[in-house]
Each structure stands twice: as C-alpha cells, then as structure tokens.
C-alpha cells in the first residue's frame, strides 16, 4: 500500500543509477545483498556485500578505481592496460584469458577485450520481488556480441546470471572463458576455508611459486618444493608471504564455498562445468615483491574457466579452445551466493 505514496523505492528489490569516479555505476539490492557494477568498465563487479553483517566478499586493490579516461600510462605495458586499471572485484575473462596473445592476425591483451569496454545495459524487471538487468557488448578486435543478464529476487542472497556469446563473423571462431572474483578483506583471514565437494585434482603449470612446477595432486593436500605437506583448502595468513597458483580439476560439481570460520558467512559460485571445467586458484597471500603488486595484494580468486592454458594461443594449440561457428549463440547460467553460517 504504502508504495503509492512512494517515488523512488528504497526497499525489497531495487536498482540505482549513478556515476562514480566520472564511470556509469549501477546497484542492484534486497534485504540481504547489495550488487555494484561498473558498467562503464567491463561491468566489473566491485562489491558483493553481505548486508546482515556488513561485509563485502569483494577485495578491493590498492589501486582503487580508476578511470580509463583519466588515466594515461607514461609507458604502454606489452600486456594491455589491464593490470593499471584492475581495482580488484570480479571481471569478466573473454574471449582471452591470462597472457597476452595474438588470434588470427588480432593483438589480444592480458584478460581478453570485455574486461576493459563499456557495456550498454537496459533495465528488464524492477518490481519489489525481483529485478533484472540486461548488459551487453560487442567486442572490438574480434566479432563476438556477449550478453548477460543479471537477477536478485526478495530475501534471497543469490545473484544469477544468465548469459550467452554470439559470433557475429562469417567464420569459425575458437575462444577462451572465465570468471575472476577475487575476495578480501575484511571477509578473506586465515580462519577462511575452501569448499570443493568430490575427489578432485590439484594441478600445477610451469609458474615458479612454493608448489612444484608441472605437478599433480589429489585435492586439498599438496607436497611443496621443500616436501612440507599443504592443506591448500586453509587459506594463509598474510604475513606467511606464500604465493600459489594452480587449477582445480576433475570437478564433481561445478560449485564452490569460501567460508569464514570466525564471521561465520561464506562466499560462493555455482555453474555448468561442462563449460567451465576448471577452478583456477589465485592465492598469492602478498607474496609477490615486485610488479604490480609490492607484497599488497592479500586476496583469493577462484574462478570458473574454460581451460588451464595461459592465453588464448596455447588454449587451441592444447584443444582446449570453445568453437563456435558463424551466427551460433552459446548459453550458460552462474550463480554467485552468501551463506551465513550462523543460522544454520
């Protein structure tokens, strides 16, 4: 009743528009969570907040965010820009993943193309039950027009994607994709668990870090370069300075629980592992010295892909890549969720 007398809602379900930085920011909230998305670069999601308790899972880089078109490198970095511009939260991988490479005669950079454009987005549901947006883009350098819709519903702490990639091209197209939400504090401490159901595998790559290069595992246990056994489902203190880098494979399930023992709330995704395969684990726990991060970056990624290859180059030379032929369209549906411990 009371909402005849209202304008502009500021409970249930609702949106909001605004601009932050000089950058097209919108938020999408209910009871429980809070969504804010940086639609003007890479519809990056830079806050997932738990709101009974205040906290954002995100982790929030000492870079903080920055405007691309304020921002002018003194030096073009070989990789792209995206790393002068990464302010931590989740970015979407695509159609690169990792290094820099070259694809049919395009200059991809580090993360892919969508990471770093402004997407247009439109509003497709905005009731007290549920509110939905619609962003899409078109890639610049190869000829993809990705899509997504993202969902909150009342008094449910899920935030669900449903997305698909077209190739808008006259020829077969092969493309790398992932997911990289990256949390912190104040949710991410060494009281934090990872949840991965099944008799998975730890699988290394030729990257120098405390594991052994090229190496396999049964999840979570791994011996590392000085024969330490590790439980890699504990996540470190930050002062142990220990940088970790690998895949999870062999999944049962595509889904994942980070949970504070001592908040008792938990971060977590939920996807189609026919398309995404593969957890790639970033934990570098401030272990690296130099740049970009200066031993700064106390944080924990783990991000659905579709492959464990580096760049897009090694991703097809290793057949890993996804093909997909002129005019097909590619569908698929995340979930990224809270659970608070505390009431169960």
């Not at 405007?67 to 790393?83: A, D, I, W």
């Not at 940088?243 to 908040?263: F, H, P, R, S, W």
């Not at 290859?309 to 549906?333: A, C, F, H, M, W």
Request: proline content about 6%; glycine content about 8%; charged content about 25%.
């Amino acid at each position: 009743m009371y909402e005849n007398y209202l304008h502009q809602r500021n409970y249930a379900c609702r949106i909001k528009e605004y601009v932050y930085e000089g950058l097209k920011v919108l938020s999408m909230e209910n009871e429980l969570i809070k969504v804010s998305i940086l639609v003007d670069k890479g519809t990056d999601i830079y806050e997932f907040i738990y709101k009974p308790k205040d906290i954002d899972f995100m982790w929030h880089s000492f870079n903080g965010i920055r405007n691309p078109q304020k921002y002018v490198p003194t030096k073009e970095h070989p990789g792209g820009s995206f790393l002068d511009y990464y302010q931590g939260g989740w970015q979407e991988l695509f159609p690169n993943i990792g290094e820099p490479c070259s694809y049919m005669g395009a200059d991809l950079g580090t993360h892919g193309e969508v990471c770093m454009l402004p997407w247009e987005y439109t509003i497709v549901t905005d009731t007290l039950d549920q509110i939905s947006v619609k962003f899409w883009v078109r890639t610049v350098r190869t000829p993809y027009l990705l899509e997504k819709t993202f969902t909150i519903k009342r008094n449910d702490p899920v935030l669900y994607i449903d997305e698909q990639v077209t190739n808008e091209g006259s020829t077969e197209m092969q493309f790398a994709w992932g997911h990289h939400p990256a949390v912190g504090p104040m949710f991410l401490d060494d009281s934090c668990i990872i949840h991965i159901n099944g008799e998975c595998k730890i699988k290394t790559t030729d990257i120098p870090m405390i594991l052994p290069k090229n190496s396999e595992f049964s999840w979570p246990y791994a011996k590392d370069i000085n024969g330490r056994v590790r439980d890699l489902s504990k996540v470190l203190h930050p002062g142990e300075k220990t940088y970790m880098e690998y895949a999870v494979t062999d999944l049962a399930e595509g889904k994942y629980c980070i949970e504070n023992k001592t908040l008792q709330i938990g971060f977590g995704m939920e996807w189609d592992k026919d398309l995404f395969p593969y957890i790639w684990i970033w934990a570098p726990n401030c272990g690296q010295d130099g740049y970009p991060w200066y031993g700064r970056n106390y944080t924990l990624a783990l991000e659905p892909w579709s492959t464990i290859y580096s760049n897009l180059e090694k991703v097809i030379d290793n057949n890993q890549g996804i093909r997909i032929q002129p005019g097909e369209t590619i569908r698929t549906q995340l979930k990224a969720f809270a659970i608070d411990f505390s009431e169960k």
